[in-house]
């Protein structure tokens, strides 16, 4: 576990932000999936600001194009950022973030609960995973879907479309990342 005095080798000023960046809740200790999200945004800040939506195939695609300097890192003072705002909305794979935070596309992929999920998963930087799934259930069900309930890496909105499957990966445990899976004819296929 790693705490504010564990990151002495760095300034303390600095040491200071990058913690207080990374521990989400402010309980002076970071958990497994406070570090991933913090590993999702910095790779998200050097994307041009566009979330992998979890670390994984995305993150480890990320290359300069040939001939050019790849982005800076971003200062200490830069990571040191608050909470999402309550309206803010996280990129979901095959989902246009527009539409999602606009209230556009069709109302039979776009719904309430793929928007809700996206607020959810915004609002604390959840990791995907079992501990994210618990957190994205707990800000549903103060947030309009008060039945919302977990099984394994679905979630099931009480919305009448049945569980939805959330997280890609789950049963290997590698590369995980958010998706929202509420498209009809794809129970079968693939996935990301």
Avoid: C
Wanted: glycine fraction near 14%; charged fraction near 10%; hydrophobic fraction near 40%.
């Amino acid at each position: 576990m790693t705490t504010v005095s564990t990151m002495g080798s760095l300034t303390p000023s600095v040491s200071k932000s990058l913690f207080t960046a990374v521990d989400r809740n402010g309980d002076q200790q970071l958990s497994v999936g406070e570090f991933t999200a913090f590993l999702d945004r910095l790779v998200g800040d050097l994307t041009g600001g566009h979330s992998t939506g979890g670390l994984g195939s995305a993150a480890t695609a990320i290359a300069a194009p040939v001939g050019t300097t790849p982005p800076a890192l971003p200062s200490a003072s830069s990571l040191a950022q608050p909470a999402a705002a309550e309206d803010a909305y996280a990129n979901i794979p095959g989902f246009d973030y527009t539409k999602l935070s606009t209230g556009g596309g069709s109302a039979g992929k776009y719904t309430p609960a793929v928007r809700a999920f996206s607020r959810a998963v915004a609002s604390g930087n959840f990791a995907p995973g079992a501990e994210g799934i618990a957190g994205v259930v707990a800000y549903l069900r103060n947030h309009g879907f008060e039945n919302a309930v977990a099984a394994g890496d679905s979630i099931d909105f009480h919305d009448g479309h049945g569980p939805i499957d959330v997280v890609t990966n789950f049963r290997s445990g590698n590369n995980m990342g958010w998706w929202f899976n509420n498209q009809p004819g794809t129970a079968g296929a693939s996935r990301p």
